[in-house]
Structure formats: structure tokens, C-alpha cells
């Protein structure tokens, strides 16, 4: 099967993040098998959704991972002009969700892995492909786990976001949390029987203003667009009316990290002002919703040689959008992110990716598998 083929049948498959993912893990695996991999299923503490791991290759040799995720943002966009679970192409553009972020790389990971298991590969290609990554990279951690115990420990990374196949070396951290404040009810003219949760909240919320303010004091990195940390408050919700007390209010905040900042620590400061809450009678809870480190691979780096010989090109020394490449250089796997594609025509209507983008990316894999072949 040619790439296109195999990200045709990817597309119609809606694996849509937060969803079981049976039918396109059970797709992939009958086509990995049919061509000699040897692979993992491995089953997430959800217990309806899985990772999978598939090699070729010597296992028993540190070896490369080619890495993506499976599922893809909901396709609701009202001015999709076709059906988004189907490829409809159009001259050199082949339109879907998930064709750029990133069922395409998945699709050239596969294409190209017959060719793999034809080459007298020294080192293993291993295609580590995830659940749930849109969610905050919920999936990846489990299988992140569980790989010291498939192969050797591999040493190198190629996240394949769409990045217009030049390499990255960097992207910022992340870290999201829920913050839930409940109060009492009543009368809104007898606020001295109520605990008036949206008053309580916005102790929380000064804190978070603040704390964004000060991270536009530094620390920096300037490879990073803007150049430090940041915190927002994205979503708030509470009361139901204007003369009722309310009992209860949530937010959700998230903090997003330069290189060598904690993005959990980030929003640390908001737990203790959502603690200190419970001394005047409110219940509180903070959940952290989701968490990935930042990426940051040093520029001498040997994947970032080997990536500028493969792709032609210097890598780019960061993004700011985040990936599962952070968490897997936190498991001591130098990683980059590499894919075809344009990250700009993601999450939106009539996302594409042309065939010259898939080509070049098979290529660039097939002489990966050529360079650990020699
Ligand atoms: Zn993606």
C-alpha cells in the first residue's frame, strides 16, 4: 500500500481524542503484523483505548522511534466543504482531519515500513503511536513506561508533527488544572448566611493575574515566541442567577513553559491560594487535568546532526506549540520533532496535506532506515 492508500483508510477511522480507538489499533496492527512487526498493544487505565508498539528490526539494540498520535481534534467545524473522516483530494492537496496533525507521518511511517523489514536494519525502527494526545498527552505516558520492558532502551526520538519536515529542537512545557470552589446558597439579600463561591474564586483569579504579570519579567528564552513562561485563566463558570448566592464556581487554568521551568510548579502558587480558601468555610479541589515537560534539545546534539542530513536543512531551534517529545526526552530519549505538513492548517476546517509533503516524508524515513542499515 502506497501512503496515500494507508491515509485513507486512517482518515476514515473518527478517532477522535476522548474516544475508544478499537477500530483504527486493530487496522494498524493487522497491517504491522501482515508486513513482519513485531507488536505491542498496550491497554490504557481507561480500559477501552490503546497504545501500540511495533518494531523491526533488532530489538535488543538501542534503535530509533518514529512517534505520532492516532486521534485527531473533532471535526465540527461547520465550513468543512466534504465529509472530514473521508480524503477527498484535489489536484496536489489531499484534504481531511488529521491528514497534517497527523495521520499523514503515520501513514509514511507505515508506507515505509516494508521497506524497513527488507533492509539488513543494525539498529531497530521502532513506530510508537499514542491515544489521546489532544487531551494533553494523556495516552503516551503509559506506553513511555512499558517500552523499557519491549526493547533497549532506544536513543533517539522523531516526533512527526507536522513541521513542514524541518527538524525542531524545542518546545515550551504545559501544564493545565481545574480549580473547583464550593460555597452555600441562599438568599442573595442575606449574603451573611451564604459563602459566596464566585467572590471566593476570585481570590484565586488576582493570584493567576498576577503571577502571569510576572512571568513577562523573565526568566527567558529567546527562541521561544514570547520569549517566557505565561498562565491564563481559560475558562470559568459558576451562579445561576443574579439574586442567588452562588455555591459553586470552576476554573480552568493553564501554564505553558520555557526550557528548564516546571510547568506544574507554574501553577503551584494556585493551589495554596485555593488551600487557603478552606479556613473560611469553602470547599476546594485542584485537579491537574493534564502535564507534559518542555522540550529542549541541545544543537550538538547527534539526532540533530542526523536530522539536518536527512532533511537538508538546520533544525529550527524551537516552537511554541508542545508535543510528546518533552515527555519522551524526560525518559532519557533524545527527541525532535520532524513530520510533514503545515502545524497552520490544524484544528481548523479542510485541514490538508499535499502529496509532494507525504513523499518527501516517506523518502526521508526510507533513508533513516538506509542510515541504520550501513
Ligand atoms: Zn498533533
Not at 181 to 188: K, T, Y
Not at 333 to 360: M, V, W, Y
Request: charged residues 20%; aromatic residues 6%; hydrophobic residues 40%.
Amino acid at each position: 500500500m502506497t501512503e496515500l492508500d494507508i491515509l485513507e483508510r486512517l482518515v476514515s477511522f473518527s478517532s477522535v481524542v476522548g474516544q475508544p480507538n478499537a477500530n483504527i489499533v486493530q487496522w494498524i496492527v493487522d497491517y504491522a503484523r501482515s508486513h513482519g512487526a513485531e507488536v505491542t498493544t498496550a491497554l490504557g487505565p481507561e480500559g477501552d483505548r490503546s497504545n501500540l508498539f511495533m518494531t523491526i528490526g533488532p530489538r535488543h539494540v538501542p534503535g530509533v522511534i518514529l512517534s505520532g498520535h492516532m486521534d485527531v481534534v473533532p471535526a465540527g467545524e461547520t465550513d468543512w466543504v466534504s465529509d472530514p473522516f473521508r480524503v477527498r483530494a484535489d489536484g496536489e492537496n489531499l484534504y481531511g482531519r488529521g491528514t497534517s496533525d497527523m495521520k499523514g507521518f503515520l501513514a509514511c511511517a507505515l508506507a515505509a515500513l516494508p521497506v524497513f523489514a527488507k533492509m539488513p536494519l543494525k539498529r531497530p525502527i521502532h513506530l510508537a503511536f499514542s491515544y489521546d494526545e489532544e487531551a494533553g498527552c494523556k495516552g503516551v505516558p503509559h506506553l513511555i513506561k512499558l517500552i523499557p520492558t519491549l526493547c533497549a532502551l532506544p536513543d533517539m526520538c522523531i516526533v512527526g508533527e507536522p513541521s513542514g519536515l524541518r527538524a525542531i529542537r524545542a518546545h515550551k512545557g504545559k501544564a493545565a488544572a481545574r480549580i473547583t470552589v464550593r460555597g452555600r446558597s441562599g438568599h442573595s439579600s442575606r449574603p451573611d448566611q451564604g459563602l459566596n463561591a464566585i467572590h471566593a474564586m476570585s481570590e484565586i483569579l488576582s493570584s493567576a493575574v498576577n503571577a502571569a504579570k510576572a512571568l513577562t519579567h523573565g526568566p527567558f528564552d529567546n527562541n521561544f515566541e514570547p520569549p517566557y513562561s505565561s498562565l491564563q485563566v481559560g475558562k470559568i463558570s459558576g451562579g445561576q442567577a443574579v439574586n442567588i448566592i452562588p455555591d459553586l464556581c470552576i476554573a480552568d487554568i493553564e501554564a505553558r513553559a520555557i526550557s528548564g521551568v516546571s510547568p506544574a510548579n507554574l501553577i503551584e502558587p494556585l493551589r495554596r491560594a485555593s488551600d487557603a480558601l478552606q479556613v473560611h468555610g469553602f470547599e476546594t479541589t485542584f485537579e491537574m487535568l493534564s502535564e507534559y515537560p518542555a522540550l529542549s534539545l541541545p544543537d550538538d546534539a547527534p539526532l540533530a546532526a542526523l536530522m539536518q542530513e536527512l532533511t537538508g536543512i538546520e533544525p529550527l531551534a524551537a516552537v511554541s506549540y508542545g508535543t510528546e517529545a518533552g515527555l519522551y526526552q524526560a525518559a532519557g530519549i533524545d527527541s525532535i520533532i520532524c513530520g510533514p505538513g503545515d502545524i497552520a492548517r490544524a484544528h481548523k476546517a479542510n485541514e490538508f496535506i499535499t502529496r509532494n509533503e507525504l513523499a518527501a516524508c516517506r523518502s526521508m524515513l526510507e533513508n533513516l532506515g538506509a542510515r541504520l542499515s550501513a
